[in-house]
């Protein structure tokens, strides 16, 4: 049974550009959240997506934008990428309207340089 | 912004002892979770607690929960060099209407040294 997939592993972008990074949720789960972790910091929530719609969004400004598509795969999307956006990027899925824990990808590696 | 804060920031531990983390939040729960992470890698679900619980164990894993300090434990037991990993506390709130985000804490590093 696959878990969270997430591409690509590494990407390095200039300030400025723009980023799209992709989740695969697990088989089953329909609910898809991104987080971004700093080095050294705990994970920090961004959005959610649940029926190809953005149900929660956390403290991101609009740069951050993301989608579902109807096979509950997502993308979030980056424009204007600053230095600050350099950070470990994870995707979790979960079921909803169960509280079993969310089940992680590896998390994609963004470098702004 | 962090939910709460985990303690000790660090800790490092002889195979064969216990180890113990902490962890702190600020609002109420719906549940709370354990997650491990791997040297920057994703990060893996251990264990869940409801708020209406104050014990849970799986394998060598202990975790309470004590509502009215707001505050959970960690306990893992008879620790091995495998389990060395940053250690996260990640709190789901209570809310209507759906929508279960984690927000964690700033995460417990752990060395287990042979």
């Known amino acids: 049974d696959a878990g969270v997939t997430q591409s690509p592993t590494h990407l390095i972008k200039t300030r400025g550009q723009q980023v799209t990074l992709r989740c695969s949720p697990k088989?089953?789960?329909?609910?898809v959240s991104w987080y971004q972790q700093a080095l050294g910091q705990g994970p920090q929530f961004i959005f959610q997506?649940?029926?190809?719609?953005?149900?929660q969004r956390g403290n991101f400004p609009d740069r951050f934008s993301g989608h579902q598509f109807p096979n509950y795969s997502s993308e979030l999307n980056v424009n204007a990428l600053l230095l600050g956006d350099s950070a470990l990027y994870l995707c979790?899925?979960?079921?909803?309207?169960?509280?079993?824990?969310?089940?992680f990808g590896s998390g994609t590696r963004l470098t702004v340089v | 912004s962090q939910q709460g804060e985990e303690d000790p920031q660090a800790l490092s531990i002889q195979e064969g002892e216990n180890a113990t983390m902490n962890c702190s939040y600020k609002?109420?729960?719906?549940?709370l979770q354990w997650y491990r992470q791997n040297s920057g890698r994703g990060l893996v679900h251990l264990i869940l607690?409801?708020?209406?619980?104050r014990e849970k164990h799986s394998g060598r894993l202990r975790v309470t929960l004590d509502t009215s300090k707001k505050s959970s434990s960690l306990l893992i037991t008879a620790s091995r060099a495998a389990d060395t990993a940053s250690y996260f506390c990640?709190?789901?709130?209570?809310?209507?209407?759906?929508?279960?985000?984690?927000?964690f804490g700033t995460g417990t590093q752990l060395k287990v040294e042979l």
């Open positions: 979790a899925s979960s079921l909803v309207g169960t509280d079993y824990g969310y089940t």
């Open positions: 088989s089953g789960h329909d609910t």
């Open positions: 997506y649940y029926e190809e719609e953005e149900r």
């Open positions: 609002t109420s729960i719906n549940n």
């Open positions: 607690i409801r708020s209406n619980e």
């Open positions: 990640a709190t789901a709130p209570r809310v209507t209407g759906g929508g279960n985000k984690l927000t």
